[in-house]
């Protein structure tokens, strides 16, 4: 593995159904991050974990959960999916311990489609 | 944080250099600017950043007016894989909104043959 990796590449998802999407690094970044973006849009913050342990709401969290059990891995679950979930899911990570805060590397997305 | 004002595309040939502009009016005395950019189906990338002075690394250079309230992103000899969406995102290295960037709508810039 080097850097992101996240799975599945794609999926569709029956409405009412529970999704996880995973999200690993090896880069040893202490923060995580989930992103979705929809069409013609810029992308916008689901949920953030600074470190392993930790995670905090972003600016569109509702309908998704996330958890932090270890440094490597974050995934995202939606608990019961909308078809308003339909969207392209970027996960990140940065390197708080050396000051690059907001440097993140980027994951290649899933995209997700809730019918 | 302060918001951002890019223009929404912008055009450049093969070899020559591409100026992106970004306006952030509101931008505060720790705040930086950060630059990203997203090529068409892949996650984002980050390009540079600075808080005053201008950077320049290899991807890119990164002017800042004194004031502040204004930078441009320079790709000096653009090429076809420089063609992506460019994000000007302005965030302040500490307190509770570290990490959080807020991408906007960006700039799409087309590099021709």
């Known amino acids: 593995i080097a850097g992101i990796t996240q799975a599945p590449t794609s999926q569709i998802l029956a409405a009412g159904r529970r999704m996880t999407l995973r999200c690993t690094q090896d880069m040893r970044h202490n923060a995580m991050y989930w992103y979705r973006q929809d069409l013609g849009l810029g992308l916008r913050l689901i949920h953030y974990s600074n470190t392993a342990g930790t995670t905090g709401k972003g600016e569109v969290p509702d309908g998704y959960s996330v958890s932090r059990a270890n440094t490597d891995d974050f995934p995202l679950t939606l608990a019961s999916a909308v078809p308003s979930q339909t969207s392209v899911y970027f996960c990140a990570s940065s390197d708080r311990t050396s000051g690059k805060y907001n440097e993140q590397f980027f994951g290649p997305g899933t995209r997700l489609t809730v019918l | 944080d302060a918001k951002t004002t890019q223009p929404p595309s912008m055009d450049c040939a093969e070899g020559r250099a591409a100026n992106l502009p970004c306006n952030h009016s509101?931008?505060?005395?720790?705040?930086?600017v950060y630059w990203y950019r997203q090529i068409h189906s892949q996650g984002p990338q980050y390009i540079i950043h600075g808080l005053k002075n201008n950077e320049t690394n290899e991807m890119a250079s990164l002017i800042i007016t004194e004031d502040r309230k204004s930078s441009t992103l320079i790709l000096p000899h653009a090429t076809l894989r420089d063609t992506a969406v460019y994000y000007c995102?302005?965030?302040?290295?500490?307190?509770?909104?570290?990490?959080?960037?807020?991408f906007g709508r960006g700039t799409q810039l087309t590099v021709w043959p």
């Open positions: 995102i302005v965030l302040s290295d500490r307190g509770s909104t570290l990490g959080r960037l807020y």
């Open positions: 509101t931008i505060s005395g720790n705040e930086y």
